[in-house]
């Protein structure tokens, strides 16, 4: 039996597959690993949270809202939906809206795979979708990325073909690594996917990459394909406490969706997300811009010191620390910066979300402090 210790390293260090809850991005996000002796004026670039939080507009909004909490609000939810499907050009029919993007992909997965349809997923990349698929003994078949760290679609298609079909999942901009896939691939990818094959693509970081090589696979979504995308409130909007996400296919596909619903959101996170989509424009414009101020700062500063990063098209980035990173964390945590967790097979990068300047200062000081030993 392990102990409780162990138990918590054991989950930080993906020992433990088979159980969902373990798989999301909180639950992997180290804090359990570290969770021993840690000063406590902590600084946490462990999980890709955005310190600006729910914008003003979705405060006022929630604060509005809660003493009317006592009732279910479902007659406002016909609307809600419509409201998030036409952000992105899509009918309600066309969404499915989830207590954070993590639902969306659960559904996707327990609707499109299957014992003979393995998902097939990039490594590394968030790994929420394959411990899923393990918990529901669904086959997974991993994919290394590209040299350039992003979706190797030719391989994905072709394990896909090998499969004869399944469920092909890529992050893009992918986490970890925040490479973005070329939108020329992710087309190739979309006209060649074989029989049997429905396309998952997860953009919860899409919002930060301003490349023009990032395009979202929502104009396949339009065009009828066999195409799922997942988008979420909890990264740019600042809302991943409020848990709200949605995924987006053509109608048939979502009817697949559908019947693994467990409900509706809370009203208060619907609200604070309509009061955010009123304003969406300015808020995600303003938001990127103070974003990437930030991490140009911090990827000049590594230049600067000659650290190796890869170029980052999301609200986090990878350090090359040139040896084992998960003793490297475990010194920066006692440092009072907590990172994010190892993400094999890249065994000697680190994963640093951005945070508020003040944060971003804490790491650089102890992110040299470790390096030198
Ligand atoms: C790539 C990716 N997808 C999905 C999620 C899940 O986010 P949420 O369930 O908060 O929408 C995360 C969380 O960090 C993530 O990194």
Redesign the pocket.
């Known amino acids: 039996m392990l102990s409780r210790r162990s138990f918590t390293r054991a989950i930080a260090a993906g020992w433990l597959s088979g159980t969902a809850g373990l798989w ?2 909180p639950a992997l996000a180290q804090r359990a690993l570290v969770e021993a002796e840690l000063p406590q004026d902590m600084v946490w670039l462990n ?2 949270e955005n310190p600006e939080g729910p914008p003003q507009v979705s405060l006022a909004a929630m604060q509005e809202v809660m003493p009317t909490a006592w009732r279910y609000h479902f007659q406002e939810f016909r609307d809600f939906y419509r409201r998030v499907a036409g952000s992105v050009g899509l009918s309600s029919s066309e969404v499915y809206v989830g ?5 969306v ?1 659960q559904v996707a997965i327990a609707a499109f795979g299957s014992a003979s349809h393995p998902l097939i997923t990039m490594e590394p ?2 790994e ?1 979708p394959a411990g899923l698929a393990g918990a529901f003994g669904i086959p997974v078949v991993r994919v290394p990325l590209t040299s350039g760290y992003y979706a190797d679609v030719k391989k994905l298609v072709e394990e896909a073909g090998n499969a004869g079909g399944g469920l092909i999942y890529i ?1 893009n901009p992918n ?1 970890p690594t925040a490479a973005v896939t070329p939108k020329t691939d992710i087309a190739w990818l979309v006209s060649n996917l074989p029989p049997n094959t429905i396309l998952l693509v ?1 953009e ?2 899409i919002h930060f990459a301003e490349t023009p090589e990032m395009e979202s696979a929502l104009r396949y979504v339009r065009e009828g394909k066999d195409v799922i995308v ?1 988008r ?4 740019i909007y600042g809302m ?1 406490g409020l ?3 949605f995924g987006c296919a053509r109608q048939e596909l979502m009817s697949r969706m559908w019947p693994y619903r467990s409900g509706v959101i809370s009203i208060v996170s619907a609200r604070a997300v309509m009061a955010a989509l009123n304003d969406a424009q300015a808020i995600e414009e303003g938001r990127r811009k103070r974003f990437t101020a930030v991490r140009n700062e911090l990827c000049a500063w590594l230049r600067g010191k000659g650290f190796e990063y890869i170029e980052p098209h999301a609200n986090f980035l990878m350090i090359d620390v040139g040896r084992d990173v998960h003793e490297f964390s475990q010194q920066m945590a006692r440092l009072g910066v907590a990172v994010g967790r190892p993400f094999p097979p890249l065994t000697n990068m680190l994963r640093v979300s951005i945070g508020a300047e003040s944060d971003m200062a804490r790491f650089r000081n102890a992110f040299e402090r470790v390096y030198k030993g």
Not at 99 to 103: I, L, R, T, V
Not at 232 to 235: A, D, E, G, I
């Open positions: 999301s991005e999980a890709n207590q954070g993007s993590s639902e992909l990349t968030f929420l992050c986490n997860d919860a970081y997942a979420t409130f909890s990264k991943a848990r709200v996400g």
